[in-house]
């Protein structure tokens, strides 16, 4: 069995608000003050795939990303936590691609490894969250899509997926190939690799593979939508601190606040 | 001119709110753009749904029937809606990113060759066409996105919109389809359904919300925001740090990636306010933060703050209440 893992790079989302600035001209946001990191769903995804691959004989995770060479440090995170194989697509004429087309080429490049049985990518990426990638990967695969899922249990030729509904979560029967988009869950936190492993990973080779090794459409490799213009919100309140010496003078002014705006 | 179709999603018999939502965006749009708004509706109320979304302003309503239809099924639904698409020669598609439009969008926007935008919250109109305003970065920033096909499948915010207003004087045409389900293509099936067991008071319809983050330390935080939330009659939150560490179930978690919630009391209690968490309460009238660090930045949302440590401040607050509201 071969299990697909894509793995996005995002800035930190963890980022202080004060630090968080956008370039004027590009839009794109300045990464001198924050990290580059793994999206956290994706790595929700990854953890998944090498559980899955270790409760089953045979089988094995490449873990691909669509990116620049700065997204090396996230494969390499992926190589860390064992996964066999990493791929890297990428062209320098992309640019400021969206969820759409990601998919698209993801999805030639996914082709172009021979396929797999389960394709799992992170539900929504903490950066622009299109939540597009996974269900736009099923249709250029033709293979069905179970979203938000935080686990999955393979059962011969089947797959159970358990996900979030409305209210509660449903448990889903599917046939593989599929994708499957991950959210967190108790049973996918991310591990942490180990040391041996991290030193493995860095002598490990990563895959490139470019525009010319796969069959491109070039419309479908355009993005549909563009980012025309970006700012910073300022939703600022004027928050008024209330006065008061001690827990009990502050609970007492609390208290009256409440009254008098007639909150209780 | 552009004729916008809006998919009405019924939860149970009535229209979803989300699908409220979608109708009063629809019809804002088709108000600037010079356009129209029709709606697609499908399963066993259907029918009586239709007259309804007239109501809210749709001028056509196409009613899918095919008993297969009565419960969502992810690819019945995304055939079944293009199909209806491109029969009504629709320009842009408009549905709530709720569970199901999650399910929905892309693969709608990719079968339709189609641009998709996600998590819209309003449109500019520039010229003859429309931007998308959406927000980027956990919240942190808006972005404005052209679009570059002709066709557009747009996935708006829960809770991001008025609902739309009925008028039972509007008028409109209802369209039967017939709909043949290709036998080839059903292939996810539903196993099982868990509902979920802390059902008692929906965090989306609470008017009052105490919630708790990392700063609570541990359940035992908790129970002091339960008891506070009880005597006001109103429930518990938390931010994901909290459900993450298993204080609290996961259903709890507002926020982005959690319940948007609107309540006309809000009390944050160690929160820090991450974008993320913000997102969830943009709506929520008024904002108390209580919170150890002044420089915290749920002191820039909240109206008003006490910086303390919450165990000095909750129990002395509930007594307080106590005496004066009962
Ligand atoms: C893709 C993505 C989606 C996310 N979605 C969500 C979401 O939906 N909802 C959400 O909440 N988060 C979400 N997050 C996480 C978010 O970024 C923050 O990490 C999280 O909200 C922090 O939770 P917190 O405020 O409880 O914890 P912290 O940031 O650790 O804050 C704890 C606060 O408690 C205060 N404190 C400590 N002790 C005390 C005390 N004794 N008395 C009073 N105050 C005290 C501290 O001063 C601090 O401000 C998401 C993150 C990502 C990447
Ligand atoms: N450039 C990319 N390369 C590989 N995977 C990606 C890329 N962009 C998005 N994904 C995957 O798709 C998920 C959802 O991303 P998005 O659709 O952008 O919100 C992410 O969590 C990743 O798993």
New binding site residues.
């Given amino acids: 069995m071969h299990i697909i893992v894509c793995l996005k790079q995002v800035l930190d989302?963890?980022i202080t608000p004060r630090y968080f600035k956008l370039d004027p001209v590009t839009n794109r946001p300045d990464t001198s003050e924050s990290d580059l990191v793994l999206d956290?769903?994706a790595e929700n995804a990854l953890e998944l795939a090498i559980q899955l691959r270790d409760k089953t004989l045979g089988a094995t995770v490449s873990a691909i990303c669509l990116g620049d060479e700065s997204s090396d440090d996230i494969l390499r995170r992926a190589l860390a936590f064992t996964a066999n194989q990493a791929v890297r697509v990428w062209d320098d004429d992309w640019e400021d691609l969206d969820g759409q087309a990601v998919g698209y080429i993801l999805g030639q490049a996914i082709k172009n490894i021979g396929g797999a049985e389960l394709v799992l990518t992170g539900y929504?990426a903490?950066d622009i969250?299109e939540g597009l990638v996974g269900p736009v990967l099923a249709e250029e695969l033709g293979i069905p899509c179970i979203t938000l899922v935080s686990d999955i249990e393979i059962d011969d030729d089947r797959v159970k997926a358990t996900c979030e509904a409305e209210d509660g979560c449903t448990v889903v029967g599917v046939q593989y190939p599929a994708v499957f988009t991950i959210i967190s869950a108790e049973s996918n936190v991310p591990r942490l690799p180990k040391v041996r492993d991290i030193r493995l990973a860095r002598t490990k080779p990563i895959q490139l593979m470019e525009a010319d090794d796969l069959e491109l459409d070039p419309v479908r490799s355009q993005p549909g939508v563009k980012l025309e213009r970006a700012y910073v919100l300022d939703r600022e309140v004027a928050c008024e601190i209330l006065p008061g010496n001690d827990g009990a003078e502050l609970a007492n002014e609390l208290a009256d606040r409440l009254v008098a705006l007639k909150l209780v | 001119m552009s004729k916008i179709l809006v998919f009405a999603n019924q939860q149970g018999k009535s229209l979803s709110s989300g699908t409220l939502e979608a109708l009063a965006f629809g019809r804002r749009l088709a108000v600037s753009s010079g356009g129209d708004v029709e709606a697609v509706l499908m399963g066993p109320a259907a029918e009586s749904n239709a007259k309804e979304v007239i109501a809210y302003g749709a001028v056509k309503a196409y009613v899918v029937s095919n008993p297969l239809l009565a419960e969502y099924q992810v690819d019945l639904y995304v055939d079944s809606i293009c199909t209806i698409f491109q029969q009504a020669d629709a320009d842009v598609l408009v549905l709530s990113f709720d569970r199901i439009g999650k399910d929905l969008v892309g693969r709608l926007a990719t079968r339709l060759g189609a641009a998709a935008i996600t998590e819209v919250v309003d449109f500019k109109t520039e010229g003859s066409t429309q931007n998308w305003v959406r927000p980027i970065y956990?919240d942190k920033a808006y972005g404005e996105y052209s679009v570059t096909r002709k066709k557009v499948v747009v996935g708006l915010r829960q809770k991001s919109q008025e609902l739309a207003i009925s008028d039972v004087t509007r008028t409109g045409e209802i369209i039967k389809v017939d709909y043949k389900v290709p036998d080839e293509i059903i292939l996810t099936k539903l196993i099982v359904k868990i509902q979920s067991a802390l059902s008692d008071l929906r965090l989306e319809d609470a008017k009052i919300i105490v919630s708790g983050?990392?700063?609570?330390?541990g359940q035992e935080g908790f129970q002091l925001l339960q008891s506070l939330a009880d005597l006001l009659g109103g429930t518990v939150g938390?931010?994901?740090?909290?459900c993450d560490a298993g204080w609290v179930p996961a259903n709890l978690?507002?926020?982005?990636?959690?319940a948007v919630v609107a309540p006309d009391l809000y009390i944050a209690?160690?929160?820090?306010?991450?974008?993320?968490?913000l997102?969830?309460i943009t709506n929520a009238k008024n904002v108390i933060a209580?919170?150890?660090?002044p420089d915290?930045p749920?002191f820039k949302r909240a109206n008003i703050g006490v910086v303390?440590?919450?165990?000095t401040v909750l129990p002395a607050l509930t007594e307080k209440l106590k005496q004066v509201l009962v």
């Fill in positions: 989302p963890e956290s769903f929504q903490s969250e | 956990g983050g990392r700063g609570l330390g938390a931010s994901r740090a909290a978690q507002v926020g982005q990636t959690g209690v160690g929160i820090s306010g991450a974008s993320q968490h997102a969830g209580i919170n150890a660090d915290a749920i303390a440590d919450y165990r």
